[in-house]
């Protein structure tokens, strides 16, 4: 992989990653979505991303079963808490469970999925707790806007939070609005979820986009790894794709080849506006 991500603890990361949401779901499919997480990894994807959230556990499973070759160092492993277990008296019990359902002993990131109903100081002491006890060697949020990131910071230890997942893709660029440039001054790297915007299911006619067709033809590659090189462009960002087939492994693991130029930068600018105004920020 050519594209790394420097966290700001020095740690590097590949710009494209492997996202397990809807994975482990079906006995039926196992066998492909494993192969599809190996062929990720012998392609430089190393970083995976599940959530104890994800088929209430089978996806972390499937990812125990798919990473079981593999040395631990060679990973880099994210998993994420639900808001209900976000608290002193579950949460280091949750992640045992997740690190058992992955056969681990520790994880690289521990996300809090989304706000709950937990006040934040009480999380983040959690947090900072698995970390002392090396259970976890970072931690990071999911889904927060910049009023949750602000408040974040004002709490003891808050900026100790070094990745902030969110939803990112050239037709949902809501973020850059006001979010992105805080994290970037702050160091906060952005996990860039549904990058594909689910296979186009979350934007009309994205992947019947004639800017992104004319680009794709350009340089000989697919609509999928014009919106994945897109997402990655600023050095700073990891997104990390889905994929159940191992033929649309390699082709996101490609997707670092792709150097997109200020030509095709204008052109999807010119088609996927940048936000004008403040949004709300898209989830999902
Ligand atoms: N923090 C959060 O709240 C949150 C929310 C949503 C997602 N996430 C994370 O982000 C990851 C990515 O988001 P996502 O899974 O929702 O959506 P996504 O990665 O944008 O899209 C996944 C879909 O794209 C298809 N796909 C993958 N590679 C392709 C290719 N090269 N060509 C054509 N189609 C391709 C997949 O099909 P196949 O499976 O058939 O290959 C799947 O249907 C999740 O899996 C999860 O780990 C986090």
């Known amino acids: 992989m050519k594209h790394m991500v420097k966290l700001s603890n020095g740690v590097s990361v590949p710009a494209l990653g492997q996202g397990t949401w809807f994975i482990g779901d079906r006995a039926g499919t196992r066998k492909d979505e494993i192969e599809a997480l190996r062929t990720g990894i012998e392609a430089g994807m190393t970083l995976i991303d599940t959530a104890e959230m994800y088929g209430s556990g089978r996806s972390e ?3 125990g079963e798919a990473i079981a070759p ?3 160092e060679e990973l880099f492993l994210v998993s994420k808490v639900l808001p209900g ?4 008296r579950n949460m280091e019990k949750a992640l045992d469970a997740s690190m058992k359902r992955m056969g681990v002993e520790y994880l690289d990131l521990y996300l809090y999925h989304w706000r709950g109903a937990t006040p934040l100081p009480e999380t983040v002491e959690c947090l900072i707790k698995l970390k002392e006890k090396g259970k976890i ?3 990071g949020v999911s889904n927060f806007d910049i009023d949750d990131m602000e408040e974040l910071f004002g709490i003891d230890g808050g900026n100790g939070c070094l990745v902030n997942q969110d939803l990112y893709h050239a037709a949902s660029r809501g973020i850059e609005w006001n979010l992105l440039p805080w994290m970037r001054e702050r160091k906060v790297a952005l ?9 186009g299911s979350l934007r009309d006619g994205l992947f019947a986009s004639k800017a992104l067709e004319e680009i794709a033809k350009k340089h000989g590659c697919s609509l999928t790894q014009v919106l994945l090189a897109w997402d990655i462009r600023d050095g700073n960002t990891i997104a990390i794709p889905k994929a159940g087939r191992k033929e ?3 082709l996101n693991a490609g997707a670092d080849e792709i150097l997109l130029d200020e030509e095709d930068l204008a052109k999807i600018d010119e088609a996927f506006a ?3 105004r403040k949004m709300p920020l898209d989830v999902q």
Not at 191 to 199: E, K, N, R, S, V
């Open 61 to 63: 499973s499937l990812v």
């Open 70 to 72: 593999y040395g631990r």
């Open 85 to 88: 277990n976000a608290n002193r």
């Open 137 to 139: 060697r970072e931690w």
């Open 191 to 199: 996990m860039a979820y549904c990058p594909l915007a689910q296979a």
């Open 248 to 250: 649309h492994s390699l």
């Open 274 to 276: 940048p936000p004008a």
